[in-house]
């Protein structure tokens, strides 16, 4: 699973679809794609599911570890057999 996206903003609901893509492509620019290296607290309960996710990026920015890592906290619910990310912390 690769994620590229950069911080989740509070304030998705006045962003419009042409900026929110500018921010994305701005976060992968500085940062580069991340991958997840390890997972923990891995809890399923029906068709949800929550996990702490450590994500490493290919380039240092603000905010990440010496080891261009960032923990994240996962929500993602189960859909007809694929589990989606519903959001992330």
């Not at 989740?8 to 290296?37: H, Y």
């Not at 990026?57 to 929500?75: D, K, T």
Request: glycine share 8%; aromatic share 8%; net charge negative.
């Amino acid at each position: 699973m690769k994620i590229s996206c950069g911080a989740l903003r509070t304030d998705l609901e006045n962003t419009d679809p042409e900026s929110f893509a500018a921010g994305a492509r701005s976060d992968l620019a500085a940062r580069g794609r991340g991958t997840i290296t390890k997972y923990l607290d891995l809890t399923v309960l029906d068709r949800f599911a929550s996990a702490a996710l450590w994500v490493q990026y290919e380039r240092h920015v603000e905010g990440l570890n010496s080891n261009n890592e960032v923990q994240v906290s996962s929500v993602y619910e189960n859909m007809d057999g694929t589990w989606r990310i519903c959001g992330l912390n």
